[in-house]
């Protein structure tokens, strides 16, 4: 599976953006999919995954309720949907894969053995 992530930007705190993330690859659909995100000095943390079956989200505390994960299988893309962003949701967002991740790995970035190349989020204050 190769992951190539776009969409991010600028945006001012109250704002939105949607990255996406598009996949090649016979496995993508069999895969669940990720997104974590690095700022500057800190590790790489989780922000949601999404399963590769029924495609239920899962969210990390600090994004809940803002951000939303979706798939579309047939076009082997996974998007995030980022509202009411932050200052402290700046970072560069990374999709991951892989079709080997159970429910309870898939908030470790180590468990994913594919990933995107990184696609810059900022938000001003």
């Known amino acids: 599976v190769q992951l190539q992530a776009s969409g991010g930007g600028l945006v001012q705190a109250g704002g939105s953006l949607r990255v996406s993330c598009a996949a090649s690859?016979?496995?993508?659909?069999?895969?669940?999919v990720a997104w974590f995100r690095q700022a500057p000095g800190k590790e790489r943390e989780f922000v949601a995954a999404?399963?590769?079956?029924?495609?239920?989200?899962f969210y990390a505390d600090s994004v809940k309720g803002r951000f939303a994960i979706s798939r579309d299988n047939t076009k082997n893309t996974v998007s995030l949907q980022m509202n009411n962003l932050k200052p402290e949701d700046t970072a560069v967002y990374y999709c991951?894969?892989?079709?080997?991740?159970?429910?309870?790995?898939?908030?470790?970035?180590?468990?994913?053995?594919?990933w995107g190349q990184g696609t810059q989020v900022t938000v001003s204050s």
């Open positions: 991951a894969a892989d079709w080997r991740i159970i429910l309870s790995q898939q908030r470790r970035p180590d468990a994913y053995d594919y």
């Open positions: 690859g016979r496995t993508f659909s069999r895969s669940a």
């Open positions: 999404i399963t590769r079956s029924a495609g239920t989200p």
